[in-house]
């Protein structure tokens, strides 16, 4: 439309200088109500994650989630039993390689960072 570049370059956005019938501001309308729509997932997402901290006094993981009643306290070394990245699992057969043995009764993180990868 040579609208739109007439408007553009007089610093008129369209969706806003075009009547609300033409079909470009239906579009962009419709672009803007679903970017709208995620965001509010996003948020509503994000205020249901936990919070996962370290706590040195107690010696456990936290799990601080917004409903209590799914909190958890949890023995770091069975955390670190319980890891899947490549490490510690055969990527081929899925098998644990982790050796039980050598995992301190003392591990603890040294940093916590966000998820990250299939993990």
């Known amino acids: 439309m040579p609208e739109i570049s007439r408007l553009s370059d007089e ?9 609300d019938g033409v079909e470009l501001v239906q579009r962009y309308k ?12 996003l ?4 205020k249901n994650t936990p919070e996962v ?12 989630h917004p409903d209590p ?12 039993l ?3 990245c490549a490490g510690c699992v055969d990527e081929f057969s899925g098998y644990n390689i982790i050796i ?15 998820k990250v990868g299939n993990s």
């Open 11 to 19: 610093g008129a956005p369209a969706v806003l200088a075009l009547p």
């Open 30 to 41: 419709h672009i803007a109500e679903s970017v709208i729509k995620e965001c509010e997932a």
């Open 43 to 46: 948020d509503v997402i994000q």
């Open 53 to 64: 901290y370290y706590s040195p006094k107690e010696g456990v993981v936290n799990i601080e």
């Open 69 to 80: 009643s799914k909190n958890k306290k949890i023995n770091p070394r069975e955390l670190r």
């Open 82 to 84: 319980k890891c899947k």
């Open 100 to 114: 039980e043995d050598r995992i301190p009764e003392d591990v603890h993180p040294t940093n916590m960072v966000k």
